[in-house]
């Protein structure tokens, strides 16, 4: 397999994924302003969308769209601990989670990427948004390690990558989010989090 991701995208949480299942995997990194891997290649010709993360299955076959990866690299591998098999309803569960961090944090976070919006836009509108969904998530942590309670599972690594970015964006104001931050530290003692880090040349920024 190969990975295709950007420093500190949310390629990142596949990264994490592959890293937590021990699977072999190349990555080879792509620039997102020029459309151009380490390699030279045209990104567009390997995901014509555009975005990461990409991943190229030993078949050579291209597999997009992040929560998707996520679920086929826990499928195939058997990863019941990271997401219940079909049927059980616990995986419906753990998948309302990746869910509704895609939809509701992951695309809350668009805005400030876009430099075109002005700075005002983003502080009266924007940030309003996404640290309402943050807020959401710090209530649904009271009194539990992990989204799901006890158990460590997949949208947990959604969720660690969804606040390096919290971090990087509004460093001011991330303490106000105690059980966030508790849950941040738990999950960043874990080896496959802090190889994942390492790579990316993020580990001991935060």
């Keep these: 397999m190969k990975l295709y991701y950007s420093l500190g995208a949310c390629s990142l949480v596949i990264r994490i994924l ?12 792509v620039n997102l302003k020029t459309k151009l891997t380490k390699n030279g290649m045209d990104f567009f010709q390997i995901n014509p969308k555009g975005f990461v993360p990409a ?3 030993i078949s ?6 992040n929560v998707v990866i996520q679920q086929y690299l826990v499928d195939t591998n058997k990863a019941y601990n990271l997401l ?21 944090l992951h695309k809350s976070f668009s805005p400030f990427f876009k430099p075109d919006i002005p700075a005002e836009i983003k502080e009266q509108i924007f940030k309003p948004i996404l640290f309402k969904n943050f807020n959401y998530v710090e209530k649904s942590l009271n009194k539990k390690d992990y989204l799901l309670g006890a158990n460590f599972t997949l949208p947990d690594i959604y969720l660690f990558v969804m606040i390096i970015w919290l971090k990087n964006k509004f460093p001011n104001d991330i303490e106000q989010w105690s059980n966030l931050n508790s849950f941040f530290d738990r999950l960043i003692k874990r080896e496959a989090f802090k190889k994942a880090l390492n790579e990316e040349g993020l580990l001991g920024k935060f």
Excluded: A, D, M, Q
Aim: with cysteine; glycine share 2%; charged share 30%.
């Design 18 to 29: 592959i890293h937590e299942l021990n699977l072999k995997c190349e990555f080879e990194e």
């Design 55 to 57: 991943l190229e299955l």
């Design 60 to 65: 050579g076959e291209i597999l997009t769209e």
């Design 84 to 104: 219940s098999p079909v049927k059980e309803l616990s995986r419906y569960h753990i998948l309302e989670w990746v869910t509704y961090i895609n939809t509701e």
